[in-house]
């Protein structure tokens, strides 16, 4: 989840920071020729974007960025036997990761944890700045005393339409007049001794801020710059917005009035800031500022000229907020889908050339059946056990729920198991899912779907799932269905199969992506290995050409399934001569699957070759 976050809000701020850049750009322009307004509503519309952790996806983003992968192929098939870990479920002499390679994080976990952190010291840090300083501001306050101040304080909301009336306080530790306050906010002077105009005129810039809530727009700006912290644009930004809404403040207050008007209003100002220390303080507003933005703000209080509201120009900013979270939508991180998150590896199973199941990538989880064929899986080779509702048959006498008729996929983030006896008609084909490691389980029914031999199960990412399933028609031939999922395995769709190119008993199957699937069938009329592969989401299907050396050619070749890491795959061959297995071969692919060539680096062979 944290992952997911992370790159949603990295591809956002990437994406906005064009517009960023270019606003910066065009800021004198638009100061120019606009109100202060235009800036003001403009600098909003983009930190409610930065806080909103969504994106629009499309299924092949015309955009990658590619980070580096935690764990590359080569490091998580270790060239090692594996060890058995399941009763009576042969394991395939595979290359298979060693040690606990799936708890090592990734770089893009770590920098998600980096962000994290960062995040949460910044916004600490500014929170707890704000909670001491608002602790010591009320610890040396007291109410407002002078008769006439209220009086005045009455006559300005009663003005400006605002009831009731806020609360005044005069504290010392407060550098100069400022709101404080998220529910109620509170009116601090750092002393009562301002002239009727100087007060009246604090008042109406306070009560200003206080009627569009600026505070809060603050506080979004903090959130903002936390959740961003590794932009500099961003923190430009939020210093830019800052400015204008002090900027729109004034203007509100001077508007429609005369020269001699707003030169009493920057000379109210200049006296604030020369009776006090001027400094930031976190989430309030200021009567005074700093040098450099006073320049700004004075040289738009002076300025007499009209300018436009700049609707139009809104208008145009908002099309290019909204360009730019297309722009987002056909980003892509490598390595981390932006709809989807990445899957811990899972044990994958597939069939000998004897019908045998067996385990061709063992992540160290796995299922065990009792005698009465209660099915229960394990996590951490062995650390976490968990129970299924699963009972499969153990007499042979019910078709379909036989432990060689179940498919399983196991991993840590999803454990999948796909049975049943599925006629088409009414008997439906059930998946059982699980997404904690086996503290609870949602069966899903697939109506309509066929198969009640040999099933195939596994998921590209928590969302993304697909399901092959076979049963025999007639001696030596099999239909083969193959059904996918975008939902996490509630709903399941039917894709085409390649029944009218090859109709055989499936060894093996997987998918790499959406899009890219295998079916890998025993041999037959040949020594194979035969694949058919799909790169459309089945909608058509052909035949993989497999080039091996001349050694193999003797050797009777099973496919058996597919594994997957990220884009980087293996094709586990298992070769048999005379009914007795003599190794395991495997094709790599570094592309999805979409090229393979045989790789002898990966080899397992016995020594009776």
């Not at 429609?256 to 604030?272: D, G, H, M, T």
């Not at 005074?288 to 120009?313: D, P, T």
């Not at 949602?442 to 049963?471: P, R």
């Not at 992506?513 to 052909?542: A, C, H, M």
Request: proline share 4%; hydrophobic share 40%; net charge neutral.
């Amino acid at each position: 989840m944290i992952t997911g976050l992370f790159t949603d809000f990295l591809v956002i701020s990437v994406t906005l920071s064009l517009v960023i850049i270019g606003l910066i750009t065009l800021t004198p322009l638009l100061r120019k020729h606009y109100s202060a307004k235009l800036s003001y509503w403009i600098w909003l519309i983009l930190t409610l974007r930065l806080l909103l952790p969504f994106n629009f996806s499309f299924t092949n983003p015309p955009v990658a960025i590619h980070l580096p992968e935690g764990q590359a192929i080569a490091t998580v098939f270790q060239s090692s036997v594996s060890q058995n870990l399941q009763a009576d479920t042969p394991v395939i002499s595979q290359p298979v990761q060693t040690g606990d390679v799936s708890h090592i994080p990734s770089i893009i976990n770590i920098f998600a944890y980096i962000w994290v952190t960062g995040a949460v010291l910044f916004l600490g840090y500014h929170l707890l700045s704000y909670f001491f300083f608002r602790k010591q501001v009320l610890r040396w306050s007291s109410p407002l005393q002078r008769e006439d101040m209220f009086a005045k304080l009455k006559q300005v909301a009663k003005e400006m339409h605002v009831t009731p009336a806020i609360p005044v306080l005069i504290s010392s530790k407060v550098p100069n007049p400022l709101l404080m306050g998220f529910y109620k906010p509170t009116l601090f002077l750092p002393h009562d001794q301002y002239s009727d105009e100087e007060l009246e005129f604090i008042l109406k810039h306070e009560l200003v801020h206080y009627k569009r809530h600026d505070i809060i727009y603050k506080l979004l700006l903090l959130i903002v710059q936390a959740l961003h912290w590794f932009n500099p644009l961003v923190w430009f930004m939020a210093r830019e917005a800052v400015r204008e809404i002090e900027i729109y403040c004034d203007d509100t207050v001077v508007r429609k009035q005369n020269a001699a008007y707003r030169k009493k209003y920057c000379e109210a100002i200049l006296s604030v800031m020369q009776s006090n220390a001027t400094r930031h303080v976190a989430l309030s507003t200021n009567f005074a500022g700093g040098k450099h933005s006073m320049k700004q703000r004075f040289g738009s209080i002076l300025n007499m000229k009209e300018k436009r509201n700049g609707v139009g120009a809104f208008l145009a900013v908002l099309m290019v907020v909204s360009v730019t979270a297309v722009l987002a939508a056909c980003t892509n991180l490598t390595g981390q889908s932006t709809d989807t998150a990445a899957l811990k590896p899972g044990t994958i199973y597939s069939y000998s050339s004897s019908g045998e199941q067996v385990v061709v990538h063992d992540a160290g989880n796995a299922y065990s059946m009792d005698e009465d064929g209660n099915v229960s899986v394990s996590y951490r080779k062995g650390e976490i056990q968990a129970q299924t509702p699963l009972k499969l048959d153990t007499t042979g006498t019910e078709m379909g729920m036989g432990r060689a008729d179940t498919g399983f996929y196991i991993s840590e983030d999803k454990t999948a198991i796909v049975y049943g006896f599925a006629d088409g008609k009414e008997s439906p084909l059930h998946v059982l899912i699980s997404d904690d490691m086996g503290k609870s389980w949602n069966n899903y029914n697939i109506a309509g779907a066929k198969g009640y031999d040999a099933k195939f199960i596994g998921f590209t990412d928590k969302q993304n799932g697909w399901i092959v399933s076979g049963g025999s028609a007639g001696v030596g031939r099999s239909l083969n269905y193959v059904y996918q999922t975008s939902d996490g395995g509630k709903t399941w769709t039917e894709l085409g199969n390649p029944n009218d190119l090859y109709a055989e008993s499936l060894a093996g199957a997987g998918f790499s992506n959406k899009d890219i699937g295998f079916l890998g069938f025993r041999y037959y009329e040949d020594n194979g290995p035969v694949i058919y592969w799909t790169k459309d989401k089945g909608q058509s299907w052909e035949k993989l050409v497999v080039s091996l050396p001349e050694t193999f050619n003797e050797y009777q070749k099973t496919p058996l399934s597919p594994i997957f890491i990220g884009k980087e795959g293996l094709y586990p061959i298992l070769l048999s001569k005379e009914g007795n297995t003599v190794g395991t071969i495997y094709l790599s692919s570094k592309d999805n699957g979409l090229k393979w060539t045989y790789d002898p680096a990966y080899d397992q062979m016995s020594d009776s070759k």
